[in-house]
């Protein structure tokens, strides 16, 4: 099985603030990577696809990028509704795997 | 829009059955995926298994094999998650979420989740 490994597990940042969550695969994943966040109490909400492909409504300052086995997620300038979890979930073979999350919180 | 419904919370007995349903409103999924997914209790998210309805056959996580039976009705639009032989660690929220598929080289299939139910929290408790 494909083991995801975000870091941080935690992050405190300021609105305003870029920040940068990476993702590792323990095996090469191509570009089989999807992004989500969560507010507590909520289901999951996918944020990007294909490793970096935005998904439809979502606002431009998420990006995505990496191939193989090394993905980072950007947050370019923080808004208040971003403070959330992050997960990333590779989708390259069963059984799929999220990473463990990047709580984001208020500096 | 597309939305995933989701039956409601369960209490069980450890050692007993929950069957958890996921109904598409508003469209369809006979060309999408469903995915099952969890939650434990102040943890994070957990692939159980999915099912691609126009194969018919379910792919599940080594840790739920023999445990779950993942299962979908596409007259009804209907995904249904069934795990047993329930014990306190189930304890947790249940997604149904919707895969979109990316089909490579004509017979290799992958799919992302795009639109997720709101959850069913089951609670297995003596």
């Known amino acids: 099985a494909i083991r995801m490994t975000q870091s941080p597990s935690s992050l405190s940042a300021s609105t305003g603030d870029r920040v940068t969550i990476t993702c590792r695969a323990s095996?090469?994943?191509?570009?089989?990577l999807a992004w989500y966040q969560q507010k507590p109490g909520k289901a999951p909400k996918l944020l990007i696809y294909a490793a970096s492909t935005l998904q439809s409504g979502v606002p431009s300052r998420f990006s995505g990028s990496g191939s193989g086995t090394d993905f980072t997620l950007t947050i370019s300038c923080l808004q208040s509704e971003d403070f959330a979890t992050y997960y990333c979930?590779?989708?390259?073979?069963?059984?799929?795997?999220f990473g463990q999350g990047t709580k984001l919180e208020i500096k | 829009q597309v939305q995933l419904v989701q039956s409601g919370a369960e209490v069980k007995k450890p050692g007993s059955s929950v069957k958890v349903s996921c109904k598409a409103s508003?469209?369809?999924?006979?060309?999408?995926?469903i995915s099952w997914v969890r939650q434990a209790p102040g943890q994070g998210l957990e692939w159980m298994g999915g099912i691609i309805p126009i194969f018919g056959t379910a792919n599940y996580a080594q840790k739920f094999q023999g445990r779950v039976t993942i299962t979908a009705d596409e007259s009804t639009s209907t995904a249904y998650m069934e795990l047993s032989s329930l014990r306190s660690e189930d304890t947790a929220v249940y997604y149904c979420a919707r895969g979109v598929i990316v089909v490579v080289g004509g017979n290799l299939y992958y799919y992302y989740m795009d639109v997720w139910g709101k959850g069913t929290t089951v609670t297995v408790s003596s």
């Open positions: 979930q590779q989708y390259y073979s069963y059984p799929y795997s």
């Open positions: 095996q090469g994943i191509s570009s089989y």
């Open positions: 508003g469209g369809t999924f006979s060309s999408y995926a």
